[in-house]
């Protein structure tokens, strides 16, 4: 919590693992949609690709945040042999081995 404070009103992000997940919660945190969280993970200086990636692939999995990206920034990513088709294949890959399980039954 005190990191997510911090970071609240310090918009610098350096490349320790720890000041890039708690941008990411502090952006998580602050939106309600994809398209604002990113706008707002690019808002800070410093690895702001890295707090975009964990931000938007964690709020991406949650039926309260809003979806609203558009489709033309995945249509344009690259589909080499690390690209869009990898990506699909990672995301399905993950999704099976962590699927949520309904603690509600």
Do not use: W
């Amino acid at each position: 919590i005190l990191c997510i404070s911090l970071l609240l009103s310090y918009q610098l992000v350096g490349t320790k693992g720890t000041e890039c997940v708690s941008a990411a919660i502090t952006v998580i945190l602050r939106n309600n949609t994809l398209s604002k969280m990113l706008k707002d993970a690019v808002s800070f200086t410093g690895d702001v690709d890295t707090v975009s990636a964990i931000a938007i692939s964690c709020a991406s999995q949650s039926i309260e945040i809003e979806q609203d990206l558009p489709k033309s920034l995945f249509d344009g990513l690259e589909n080499n042999t690390y690209g869009r088709d990898y990506l699909i294949f990672l995301d399905e890959k993950l999704k099976n081995k962590f699927a949520l399980v309904d603690h509600y039954d």
